[in-house]
């Protein structure tokens, strides 16, 4: 098994189970409301976890009780945590709406989404993975410089994200679209990228590589209680198959099949306990 470096957010997630599909205008009903850990890193690597995988965190958390009962829960799963950094600003959660549908919509707040990832620890792992806004320009080049990426594609078009893959739901990407996706993403993921992996929920998965695009059906699923991370497990199981060297279609599949383990819950692969908070959380930015 393979030792992963993950970049990536640990974050509170707030779930509010509606009653009915999400519609505006609409009076919603809510049932339970649960805290729970999440964010891009921590699902990611939860999954990875899962596989057998090391994982090294490279996320901040805060000092406050929260942050300190995610700590606790990060450790009681495996995750190395000797390069989380800490900070004494107070933990805001993400709310997250989940449908009758499993359908999820994130409400993020403006300082989760203003983020900056500002250095990293020179360590070695056997692949990392990236999952980050924001980036001080040479942090992810140093680090692309000496160990092989997995990276999501940033959302904002100015970031560059070297990496030997990218990974990224189409629906935050239309502009990958056309023909020339794989040369679109070159130019944010450098000489080095072998391949853009653009998700589509159910749909086939798409493969753009320098020799083509090709199409890469997903598994049927029953309907998932919660969509919430699936791309994130997505990326987990990438990793899984790149680490060992099979082909980018394979690796894709093998992304396809985690996602799908994380959607029915199977065993191994369950969304994580409620964090044992009392308090509500309440914004604070
Ligand atoms: O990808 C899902 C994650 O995105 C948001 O960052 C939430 O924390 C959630 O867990």
């Known amino acids: 098994m ?11 997630d707030r779930i509010w189970r509606l009653t009915a599909p999400l519609r505006s205008g609409e009076r919603l009903t809510r049932e339970e409301v649960t805290l729970r850990p999440g964010g891009g890193g921590f699902n990611t690597g939860a999954a990875l976890l899962a596989l057998g995988h090391r994982v090294t965190l490279a996320a901040t958390l805060s000092t406050d009780a929260a942050g300190a009962a995610c700590r606790a829960r990060l450790e ?13 600003a107070p933990t805001v959660p993400l709310d997250i709406l989940v449908d009758t549908n499993g359908e999820r919509t994130i409400i993020a707040p403006a300082t989760t989404e203003a983020r900056r990832l500002t250095a990293l620890p020179a360590i070695e792992a056997d692949i990392a993975y990236v999952n980050v806004r924001r980036a001080t320009p040479g942090v992810l080049e140093a680090l692309a ?10 959302l904002e078009r100015t970031e560059r994200r070297p990496a030997q ?3 990224a739901s189409a629906a935050d990407h239309a502009l990958f679209a056309g023909a020339d996706a794989f040369a679109h993403a070159r130019e944010i993921g450098g000489e080095g990228l072998a391949a853009l992996v653009l998700t589509q929920g159910a749909g086939p998965v798409q493969l753009c590589e320098a020799q083509g695009r090709t199409g890469v059906a997903v598994p049927p699923l029953d309907a998932p209680a919660d ?6 497990a997505f990326a987990a199981g990438f990793i899984d198959g790149w680490l060992a060297d099979v082909p ?3 690796a894709v599949q093998r992304g396809s099949a985690i996602a799908g383990r ?7 692969f369950q969304r994580p306990a409620p964090l044992p908070l009392t308090t509500a959380l309440i914004a604070a930015d």
């Open 76 to 88: 009681a799963m495996g995750f190395d945590l000797r390069h989380l950094r800490t900070t004494d």
């Open 262 to 268: 994380v959607l029915a819950g199977d065993a191994g």
């Open 227 to 232: 969509t919430t991370g699936a791309g994130d």
């Open 145 to 154: 410089a000496r160990t092989r990426v997995v990276a999501q594609l940033p």
């Open 2 to 12: 393979g030792h992963v470096l993950v970049v990536g957010s640990v974050n509170v």
């Open 165 to 167: 893959v990218l990974i």
């Open 248 to 250: 980018a279609q394979a």
